[in-house]
């Protein structure tokens, strides 16, 4: 009786501890929230009310906030729940970035008020301070697109904020609603979270906004960016201005790949990161070393850039990870070391890296080895040869082409280090797809050598009707070749006309002149010393044959050349060649210099060789429209020449048009670099003052003008005193149009011109007057 008394009390005693160890639900947002990540993994039950400030259904994506506390909660209810709803949420915790709850028990209590949202800087965002939270954001937009997230369309903004690049992801699948949005200041109120790649680490910010009601545009762009001017596509980069604060780091861990010159992987414990590097000092794999660089996002994934590596010469090599097809997908090994088996598909060796392609569970992944770079004395080893149907063990670090750790399976490949990370095995099994090509190899041979009696008799046959067939081959390519070659020389002159530059379209006249002779080398010396077409390297085993291309006055544009077999004739076809190829050199060449001489006559003074009026108001446009963008002032001064006629009508047009040669190049003399001089009339100038700080910098340059007249002119045997009367206008203050800027610099410049032969009529009548000043 009291043994059995004893066991009753003992499982009492254990049922008792059971119950005890039950945990209790959280009832706050402030009690999940102080949970460390290994605390809520778990699974601790929850119970507690808290306001909607986001919710996605078709994603199951829900934001609460409870005071100045926030979580994601994943959700899965039929509710149709909006921001400001106040709910009762149960259910369990659960590891992430930030411990989360999953839950599929949501009651909704009543619609209230929406927490104040909170101001956030980038910092507040990266460093998770704000995580999960209501907050507000000021950004500028760089791109506004729709976008796709479970089947769903969604409008997604990408801004930039003064520490970095923010991502809005707002519920409307409207077009109509990003009008209008690009390079306008924003202000974008929505729950924050972060984007992770496959081991949830933290590669940028996203804002989930409800409806487009919760951005507000606080300054739309000055003018659409459809109204920019084109820019040439080689000269892009000229609009490329970034000021990264980003701060140096330093990581440490064990090198696990390295590939000189390119990138290194550093691995500590189950982290790893991809550091892009320059260097090519002696590493070795297996080394603790620390890396310093810069902190950046390429493709989704946490990198390094800029890297440079102290190696500590200390081995602590990485075991690889052992892992299937499917847990490799997931994403949560990237950049790790890991192993994987699978079976040989194909081999192929490229320029830069060797390829095996391999089957694991039914699926493909590839084994790379990247070929040493070229500064690397160590010539590339041959491609280890692995026979088609091997089962082989690779290991090396695992790359992803998709960073995304919410996409099912993500497609994989896995770098190796060298050779020596590949083995096999198991060897291919006699029946494979190689043994069976030999099998049938052997039957074809069979068959071949028995019907070859059938062969020998139908020889004379098969010959006669070959050579038959071998003339209309012939014939019908020579047709082709000459349709082929018409074709061409009618692109060469569509070409002449066109935009396409003139060495460009000189290589094509001497291929045009290579497709005639066979294929022979041709190419063009011309008279600039550009060389185009194929000119060999070492010409003396050719036979060289040359026509200069004719100009229709003065010398000869250049030289055509062709370099011919030497055990060839001379044959009628090759000057017929060559007299084409230089025709259509001499047109293509003489047409393109009449273009820029009509060119530079259209933009240029002919006189004085300075720009003219229209040269003048194409420059002026575009500075004005620059300003406009940049919020920039310029000036514009006018020039008036005084007395310009008596020049004339005393000594002549002769000498009148020297003067004027001889005040340009003396006005030249007094601007700077990036001001720009125009005659507008007949003696009359202007210039553009390009980059000015204030009116007075304007002032400055107008006083020089008016100054470099104190000295007299020297023309044809005559000493001139000249003068100028100079008015100025200030963009924006005297004007906004090319129109009004010209009116204000016309009109200041004609009451200069006023003031000053007021003051001649004045000196003439009071000449004994002390208070008028010189005029010269």
């Known amino acids: 009786m009291r043994r059995l008394i004893s066991v009753v009390a003992i499982i009492l005693g254990w049922a008792s501890t059971g119950w005890t160890a039950q945990p209790s639900a959280l009832t706050t947002l402030r009690a999940i929230h102080l949970l460390s990540n290994e605390e809520a993994g778990h699974a601790l039950p929850v119970t507690f009310e808290a306001t909607v400030t986001y919710f ?4 199951k994506t829900m934001f609460v906030q409870d005071g100045d506390v926030a979580i994601y909660v994943q959700a899965t209810t039929q509710a149709k729940l909006v921001p400001g709803d106040r709910i009762r949420v149960k259910g369990t915790t659960h590891e992430s970035f930030r411990p989360y709850v999953l839950s599929n028990n949501i009651v909704f209590l009543h619609h209230g008020s929406l927490p104040e949202p909170l101001p956030a800087s980038y910092d507040d965002l990266i460093h998770a301070r704000r995580d999960c939270m209501l907050v507000k954001v000021r950004a500028v937009v760089r791109a506004a697109d729709l976008a796709l997230s479970a089947d769903q369309t969604y409008a997604s903004l990408q801004m930039m904020t003064p520490g970095g690049s923010v991502d809005a992801a707002i519920d409307q699948n409207d077009p109509n609603i990003l009008n209008g949005l690009l390079d306008a200041e924003v202000e974008v109120t929505g729950a924050v979270s972060g984007r992770f790649d496959g081991k949830m680490q933290e590669t940028g910010i996203v804002l989930h906004v409800p409806t487009p009601d919760y951005v507000r545009v606080i300054r739309r762009a000055s003018a659409s960016p459809w109204t920019y001017p084109l820019t040439h596509m080689d000269e892009v980069l000229a609009g490329y201005n970034v000021r990264n604060l980003s701060q140096r780091i330093r990581v440490q861990g064990v090198i ?6 390119s ?9 790893s990161l991809w550091i892009m590097t320059q260097t090519r000092s002696n590493l070795q794999i297996g080394d603790v070393a620390d890396a310093t660089g810069f902190p950046d996002v390429h493709d989704g994934f946490l990198t390094l850039t ?3 590596v102290l190696d500590s010469r200390m081995q602590a090599p990485v075991l690889p990870h052992l892992a299937s097809w499917h847990e490799l997908s997931q994403g949560r090994n990237v950049f790790d070391l890991v192993s994987i088996e699978g079976q040989v598909v194909r081999e192929v060796r490229e320029a830069a890296q060797d390829e095996y392609v391999l089957v694991s569970d039914g699926q493909l992944f590839t084994a790379i080895y990247r070929h040493p770079p070229p500064a690397r004395p160590l010539p590339v080893p041959p491609m280890k040869q692995i026979a088609v149907g091997s089962k082989v063990r690779v290991s090396g670090v695992c790359i992803l082409e998709d960073s995304n750790p919410f996409d099912a399976q993500v497609p994989f490949n896995v770098l190796m280090r060298s050779f020596a990370d590949i083995a096999v095995v198991a060897q291919p099994p006699w029946l494979s797809v190689e043994s069976l090509t030999r099998i049938v190899s052997i039957l074809l041979a069979v068959m071949v050598a028995t019907g070859a009696w059938g062969w020998t008799l139908k020889e004379k046959v098969q010959r006669q009707s070959a050579a038959l067939a071998s003339r209309i081959e012939a ?7 000459n349709a082929l070659l018409e074709q061409r020389r009618s692109r060469i002159l569509e070409d002449i006309n066109g935009p396409r530059p003139l060495t460009e379209i000189i290589a094509q006249i001497a291929e045009l002149v290579s497709l005639h002779l066979d294929g022979a080398p041709c190419w063009c010396a011309l008279s600039d010393g550009t060389e185009p077409g194929k000119c060999p390297t070492d010409s003396r085993d050719l036979r060289i044959v040359r026509k200069d291309i004719p100009s229709h006055c003065g010398p000869a544009l250049g030289t055509l050349f062709a370099g011919l077999d030497p055990r060839t004739r001379p044959l009628g076809r090759e000057s017929e060649a060559l007299a084409l190829g230089t025709r259509l050199a001499s047109l293509a060449i003489e047409t393109r210099r009449l273009y820029s001489d009509l060119l530079h006559r259209s933009e240029f003074d002919l006189l004085t060789d300075i720009h003219n009026r229209f040269s003048l108001d194409q420059h002026l446009e575009a500075l004005i429209a620059e300003a406009r963008e940049q919020a920039g002032i310029f000036g514009l001064i006018y020039v008036d020449l005084d007395e310009f006629k008596q020049v004339n009508d005393i000594y002549g047009h002769h000498v009148g048009d020297h003067y004027l040669q001889n005040v340009s190049s ?18 009359e100038f202007a210039v553009l003052v390009r980059i000015v700080g204030s009116q007075a910098d304007v002032e400055e340059v107008a006083l020089r003008l008016e100054h470099c007249f104190d000295d007299s002119f020297t023309v044809d045997g005559c000493v001139l005193h000249g003068s100028a ?13 090319k129109d009004s800027l010209l009116s204000a610099a016309d009109a200041a410049m004609y009451m200069a011109k006023h003031t000053k032969r007021a003051l001649r009529t004045l000196r003439r009548e009071h000449p004994r007057s002390a208070v008028i000043p010189s005029s010269n």
């Open 56 to 59: 996605r259904p078709y994603e």
């Open 256 to 261: 696990t790949y390295y590939q000189p010159g």
């Open 263 to 271: 990138a290194l992987v550093l691995q500590n414990g189950k982290r």
């Open 306 to 308: 800029h890297g440079e």
């Open 475 to 481: 014939e019908a390519m020579l047709e082709r070749q």
């Open 666 to 683: 003396r006005m030249k003399r007094q601007l700077r670099n990036g001001d720009l001089l125009a005659r507008v009339g007949g003696d």
């Open 725 to 737: 009367s100079v008015g100025l206008a200030l963009y924006p203050e005297d004007g906004v149009t």
